[in-house]
């Protein structure tokens, strides 16, 4: 298998998302998702929390909710594809992420994920967006916030 060279005056094939001089205060941008029982488990998988909230339908019958919920992180991780994807976009680091969960999400809740630009961090060139997070019936399941870096201007 041999090494690939490119040449430096080749651009690259893809584009980065909105630098910091590109973006304003209320450009926002959303991912949508509907979370499925799959979802769960391999989330599960992944984090290795295996809480019998979220796996076990008969011990979730004895909580509050009545049925299993998805690990709150998972809907919150829906801001990742607005941020690195839209929002700022290709190239954006994020810095920080903040979230308080409002309300459960249940298997088949289809859920928003809207990062909004709040906050232009101009001596460090970083930016604030404000995040939700709503199911299918407009009702919030998580508000925060991210603190991102967005791409260079190339």
Same mark, same amino acid.
């Given at each position: 298998?041999?090494?690939?060279?490119?040449?430096? =005056?080749?651009?690259?094939?893809?584009?980065?998302?909105?630098?910091?001089?590109?973006?304003?205060?209320?450009?926002?941008? $959303?991912?949508?998702?509907? !979370?499925?029982?799959?979802?769960?488990?391999?989330?599960?998988?992944?984090?290795?929390?295996?809480?019998?909230?979220?796996?076990?339908?008969?011990?979730?019958? $004895?909580?509050?909710?009545?049925?299993? !919920?998805?690990?709150?992180?998972?809907?919150?991780?829906? !801001?990742?594809?607005?941020?690195?994807?839209?929002?700022?976009?290709?190239?954006?680091?994020?810095?920080?992420?903040?979230? %308080?969960?409002?309300?459960? $999400?249940?298997?088949?809740?289809?859920? $928003? =994920?809207?990062?909004?630009?709040?906050?232009?961090?101009?001596?460090? %060139?970083?930016? %604030?967006?404000?995040?939700?997070?709503?199911?299918?019936?407009?009702?919030?399941? =998580?508000?925060?916030?991210?603190?991102?870096?967005?791409?260079?201007?190339?």
């Amino acid at each position: 298998m041999g090494i690939l060279h490119f040449k430096s =005056a080749e651009k690259p094939s893809y584009q980065l998302g909105y630098s910091y001089d590109e973006l304003e205060i209320g450009m926002s941008a $959303t991912f949508t998702k509907t !979370i499925t029982e799959t979802d769960v488990y391999l989330f599960a998988g992944i984090s290795g929390d295996f809480n019998p909230m979220h796996v076990n339908e008969e011990f979730a019958k $004895t909580t509050p909710f009545g049925t299993r !919920i998805a690990h709150g992180a998972l809907p919150q991780s829906l !801001i990742a594809p607005v941020l690195g994807m839209k929002l700022p976009g290709l190239g954006t680091v994020a810095l920080e992420i903040s979230c %308080r969960f409002k309300a459960p $999400t249940y298997f088949g809740d289809t859920i $928003t =994920a809207k990062a909004i630009v709040s906050e232009m961090l101009a001596e460090k %060139r970083w930016v %604030r967006l404000d995040c939700e997070f709503t199911n299918q019936d407009g009702k919030m399941v =998580a508000i925060g916030s991210a603190l991102v870096i967005p791409p260079p201007k190339l």
